[in-house]
Structures are given as C-alpha cells and as structure tokens.
C-alpha cells in the first residue's frame, strides 16, 4: 500500500501540500483515494453527462444541460490535490 501523503502548511486560502497544490483539507486527513490505485475515473469519452451542478471559471454555478441547451460540450475534469 503506497503512504498516504501528510506534508502540507497553512495557507491564506486552506492547505498547501509539497508540491504546491492548495486545497480544503490538510493533507493525510479526510476522505481521499490514492490516485496510484484503482480508483473512478468518470464517463467514457461520447457518453452521455449524468445531472451536475457546475462552477464556471467565474466561479459562478451552473446546471451543465440547461446551460449547453442540448449543445454538445467538452467537459474538462482535473485532479486535484484533494481527493
């Protein structure tokens, strides 16, 4: 079983860990999956979106079918340092 990573400071606006990443929760605490292991990794690519509330880049809230209004979309997932 990798270790569980437990570095991380204080920041302004949460937890940095040592590779800069900031989040929420300080790093070793909360609930997280190693990205080394097996863990979801979302829909397949041309399936169909399940309901979500998004945050823009404005940080602003949106429904993700109402707003593409039956457009197609690319959407973008990203790790983070939270899991």
Known sequence: MPELE???????NGWQD????????K?????????RGEFPTGPETGAQMPAVQCNGADG???DL?????????VFVF?????W
């Open 6 to 12: 437990t570095r991380g400071t204080q920041a302004p």
């Open 18 to 25: 040592h590779d800069g990443f900031i989040g929420p929760i």
């Open 27 to 35: 790093p070793g605490n909360g609930p997280r999956s190693d990205p």
């Open 60 to 62: 602003q809230p949106f």
């Open 65 to 73: 079918h109402q707003h593409r209004d039956g457009k197609p979309a």
């Open 78 to 82: 990203f790790r983070s340092a939270v």
